[in-house]
């Protein structure tokens, strides 16, 4: 089983920045990729951010330019670099792994999530 653990939200000035990190734990064979996303109140949930096994990086077009998603793969870390943030950025912020096992099969895991909140 894997489970993930994010840090980093909380808040801040618009403006401002914040880093977010996802730390996934257990039996991980091949990752395929990491994504963020985020749930803001009366709205759907929708992906920010998405690095590849291979290192490719794609982006939400209301986040490119201020943030960057990058990885660590020896920690089995997934970090979002925020910033200008902005009031509309408020929201809960999660990750997402999906991973291949061993026998080729593919899950996916999310994380707990964590509180953005952009004050104005």
């Known amino acids: 089983q894997v489970q993930l653990v994010e840090s980093g939200g909380g808040l801040v000035q618009t403006g401002g920045s914040l880093s977010l990190s996802c730390a996934a734990s257990?039996?991980?064979?091949?990752?395929?990729?990491w994504d963020w996303y985020r749930q803001a109140p009366g709205k759907q949930r929708e992906v920010v951010a998405t690095?590849?096994?291979?290192?490719?990086?794609n982006y939400a077009d209301s986040v490119k330019g201020r943030s960057t998603i990058s990885r660590d793969n020896a920690k089995n870390t997934v970090y979002l670099q925020m910033n200008s943030l902005k009031p509309e950025d408020t929201a809960v912020y999660s990750c997402r792994l999906v991973v291949t096992s061993n026998q080729g099969l593919e899950a996916r895991y999310w994380g707990q999530g964590t509180q953005v909140t952009v004050s104005s």
């Open positions: 690095i590849t096994g291979g290192g490719s990086t």
């Open positions: 257990g039996n991980i064979f091949s990752i395929n990729s």
